[in-house]
């Protein structure tokens, strides 16, 4: 027997009420955690006002959200399901010779569809979302903008030293940013008063300093000046020019392949892009798993154990998915794991669990 478009119908917008109404629920818990965590870190800056702690807070609300979206999935589909259960309509449906793939399928494609809406539509807005966030963050709890801007036409960087400021400008660069070739510096004394410009065939940034070779120094009614090796002083290291790099949530899935490819000709990693990418993309078939997971433990729990067996075994499962998950984008960061296997393990390993304990019920 198959089920009528209406009970699919049925099935799945219960799904998808509940599982917005545990999102929802997830989103107000998040909300309240940045808040005190940005209040904790601007404890000590008298400049930032509870209104832009409180701006902060909800534009860092979706991007942190959207991470425990697998969680509201499980949770919100093991509700429905018990739901169903324990109104007798699963039981009844299962006795008119329906079996358990035709019963979660209307789940399966609800939760799919709604892991493509998160991903093609909720995505990007929480990514500008992010962005502002962190030129917020970097304004008033840091203390200082970001450093860095890749594009196509290369690498420009920002640096200050005591009370002066410049400008660098690389067309490649090698060696993860400690190597830069085709180089052009602005020279500013304070903030904005130009003192000069440096053209150099390359520059490398050591403890304290850039080396800078084959330099040319100009400037304001001055001659120009020929420098085989000359040394810039900056307050500059690796990390800091690594850290400077526009996070991967700031940047829309559909943008994320371009500037992958920006960021990987201008000789910098862009292993955490795209790894995010395609956890992203992974996204829909992780949601689908979570379901199937969800209907296990709920058909189960209907002959072997009680309601509370029941969400205490979904709790147990989601902090092992979330270790799993934790582990799996560890080693896909460290360069452990491929890019891929790492992104779509965990998708993979929970849609198996789901179908072999969906398999049992069904045969066993």
């Known amino acids: ?13 219960q799904l998808l009420v509940n599982i917005a109404i ?16 940005l209040m ?11 209104a832009t702690i409180l701006q902060m807070g909800l534009l860092q609300t979706p991007a942190l959200s959207e991470r425990a979206l697998p969680f509201a999935v499980l949770f919100g589909a093991l509700w429905t399901f018990i739901k169903l259960v324990r109104s007798g309509e ?17 789940c399966l494609i609800a939760s799919m569809l709604a892991g493509g809406f998160i991903v093609t539509v909720y995505n990007p807005i929480s990514a500008s979302f992010t962005a502002r966030f962190e030129q917020m963050e970097a304004k008033h709890l840091r203390g200082r903008p970001s450093l860095l801007a890749v594009s196509s036409s290369g690498l420009w960087l ?32 304070g903030n904005d008063r130009f003192t000069g410009r440096i053209d150099a065939d390359w ?29 810039l002083p900056t307050s500059l290291t690796r990390a800091r020019i690594q850290d400077s790099f526009a996070s991967p949530e700031t940047l829309p899935v559909w943008d994320l392949p371009e500037f992958i490819s920006v960021l990987e000709e201008a000789g910098f990693s ?31 729990a209907t002959a072997r154990s009680g309601v509370a067996m029941t969400v205490l075994a979904t709790v147990f499962t989601g902090f092992l998915f979330f270790f799993i998950t934790d582990v799996a984008l560890a080693l896909g960061r460290s360069g452990s794991l491929p890019v891929i296997l790492a992104a ?19 045969d066993g």
Do not use: C
Not at 1 to 11: A, D, E, G, I, Q
Not at 22 to 37: H, K, R, S, T, Y
Not at 271 to 292: E, K, N
């Open 344 to 362: 779509w393990a965990p998708a993979g390993i929970s849609g198996l669990a789901g179908l072999s304990m969906l398999l049992h019920f069904e």
């Open 22 to 37: 545990v999102f929802g629920g997830f989103m107000a818990v998040v909300l309240i955690g940045a808040l005190v965590e």
């Open 90 to 106: 699963l039981v009844v449906t299962r006795a008119s010779g329906v079996s358990v793939w035709q019963l979660i399928a209307p």
């Open 1 to 13: 027997m198959r089920l009528s478009w209406t009970l699919n119908r049925y099935f799945g917008q």
């Open 270 to 300: 862009a292993l955490r892009h795209r790894l995010h990418w395609h956890a992203t993309l992974a996204l829909p078939f992780l949601l689908g798993a979570m379901v199937m997971v969800a209907a296990a433990f709920a058909f189960r």
């Open 158 to 189: 920002r640096q200050a030293h005591s009370e002066d400021q410049s400008v660098i400008h690389a067309l490649a660069v090698s060696d993860q940013g400690m190597q830069l070739e085709n180089v052009i510096i602005f020279l500013y004394e």
């Open 40 to 50: 904790r870190r601007a404890s000590g800056n008298a400049e930032v006002d509870f």
């Open 203 to 231: 520059a490398r940034l050591h403890d304290g300093y850039w080396e800078i070779g084959n330099a040319t120094l100009t400037g304001p009614d001055k001659q120009p000046e020929f420098h085989a090796s000359y040394a």
